[in-house]
Nanobody, 122 residues
Framework: QLQASGGGLVQPGGSLGLSCAAS????????IGWFRQAPGKEREGVSC????????YYADSVKGRFTVSIDNAKNTVYLQMNSLKPEDTAVYYC?????????????????WGQGTLVTVSS
C-alpha cells in the first residue's frame, strides 16, 4: 500500500514537500513515480526514481523546480517542489512498478496510493 502526504495550499513561488510511504512491501526493485491530475485533465507523469536512487526522471514542466529522492531505510520517496506555479495545482499521486524504467507513464505503474491535493494560489 502506498500513501502520499504533504499536500496543502501554497502561494505562487513557494515550496512544498510531498512524501510517499509504503506499507506491506519495500521499494527494493521498484521504480516509484509521481503523477498529478488537475481538474478536468488527464493524469500525467511528473517524476520517477529507481530504488537505488541513482536514476531519476522529470517531466519538462517541472524540470529544475522539482526534486525526487528516496530513503530506503524509511521506505519513503519524497518530491520537493520549489518555485510552484498555479498550473502545478493538482492531486498528486505516487505509484510503483516492478519495471526498471526511467519514465512516468500511467499505464506502466501497477500500484497506486491515494492522492494528496496541492493548491498553488495567492
Amino acid at each position: 500500500q502506498l500513501q502520499a502526504s504533504g499536500g496543502g495550499l501554497v502561494q505562487p513561488g513557494g515550496s512544498l514537500g510531498l512524501s510517499c510511504a509504503a506499507s506491506g512491501f519495500t521499494f527494493d526493485d521498484y521504480t516509484i513515480g509521481w503523477f498529478r491530475q488537475a481538474p478536468g485533465k488527464e493524469r500525467e507523469g511528473v517524476s520517477c526514481i529507481g530504488s537505488s536512487g541513482g536514476s531519476t526522471y522529470y517531466a519538462d514542466s517541472v524540470k529544475g523546480r522539482f526534486t525526487v529522492s528516496i530513503d530506503n531505510a524509511k521506505n519513503t520517496v519524497y518530491l520537493q517542489m520549489n518555485s510552484l506555479k498555479p498550473e502545478d495545482t493538482a492531486v498528486y499521486y505516487c505509484a510503483a512498478t516492478p519495471l526498471r524504467i526511467h519514465i512516468a507513464v500511467v499505464d506502466l505503474y501497477d500500484y497506486w496510493g491515494q492522492g494528496t491535493l496541492v493548491t498553488v494560489s495567492s
